[in-house]
């Protein structure tokens, strides 16, 4: 017969192996809850990193509420943000296009551009996160169209500063209406076709050669006019040399009636004092030396006698 006082070894091991059993279970419980509240804050908080705004689905439905740069924080599970980016971004494409004059041109524009901050929900919402290839791409293939079919070709060269504005406002204006600022175009040299790239260069050898004759032709004028200059300069000293020696000759003349001896007194003042080396028979002395006259001779004489 079985003693009640005695312990039962089977039931004092069932309650040890339950009393096990049920601390496991709180370890695991204690686990799930700690790793259920760190998934739950993880998810809470988001962090809006620099130059980017958040955009908030709620259950994939966008949010009227654009979040900044920071943390933030956020129903669990039923809201999720996505960060647009609107820091100056840039966007290059090639475009093509026709001249007023069915020219073939081909260009490349360079854009920069940021998105509007505030409006970066409906950016997301009405766009998508690659708004660029959906909006910015097709907007420059249409703005240049448009713009280059207002000039010819060669106002495209010779007025490209024009075209240039007008093809940045158009893309400015259409870009705008998108909630897209448009910071600076910058569009690189049109290129023709060859054959009216050959044209246009024979068009600029012709004219170069067109200045270079005129040129040319104002060097001979200038030449012609100075010859003229000088032959009435010429023509005006001769008449002022004729009228100085008609004017010496009436006044040599009026000398040689009032004095005969004028022209003996010219050539003694004119002298360089050398006499000529030979005389021919008949010949006329230069100039008359004054002679005594014979009583003047005789007086002279009769004044050494009586000096003696």
Known sequence: MRNPFKPNPDKESYQYSGSRSSNKLIILAGIITFVV?????????????AGHRGVVLYVGAVENRVLGEGVHFIIPFAEQ??????????????????????????TTVALNYHISPSQANIIYQQL???????IIAPTIQESVKASVAKFNAEEL????????????????????????????????????????AS?????????????????????????A?????????????????ANGESQA???????LKQSPTYLQWLSINRWNGQLPYALGSGAVPFF???LRQPSQIQNQTQNQTQLR
């Open 37 to 49: 509240i760190i998934v739950v804050m993880f998810e809470s908080v988001v962090v809006v990193e």
């Open 199 to 223: 044209q246009v260069e024979s068009k600029v050898v012709a004219f170069q050669k067109y200045l270079t004759e005129q040129n040319n032709l104002k060097a001979v004028q200038v030449i």
């Open 128 to 134: 998508g996160a690659d708004y660029a290839d959906r």
């Open 249 to 255: 000759i009436k006044i040599i003349t009026s000398q």
């Open 81 to 106: 943000v996505v960060q647009m980016e609107v820091r100056t971004l840039k966007f290059e494409a090639n475009a093509s296009a026709a001249s007023n004059d069915l020219q073939e041109v081909q």
């Open 225 to 241: 006019n100075q010859t003229v200059v000088q032959a009435n300069a010429t023509a005006r000293s001769n008449v002022a040399k």
């Open 157 to 196: 060269i010779t007025r490209r500063a024009t075209a240039k504005a007008v093809i940045d406002q158009s893309i400015s204006n259409t870009l705008s209406a998108r909630n897209i600022v448009v910071e600076t175009v910058f569009i690189t040299d049109f290129k023709f076709s060859p054959a009216f």
């Open 288 to 290: 008359q030396l004054p």
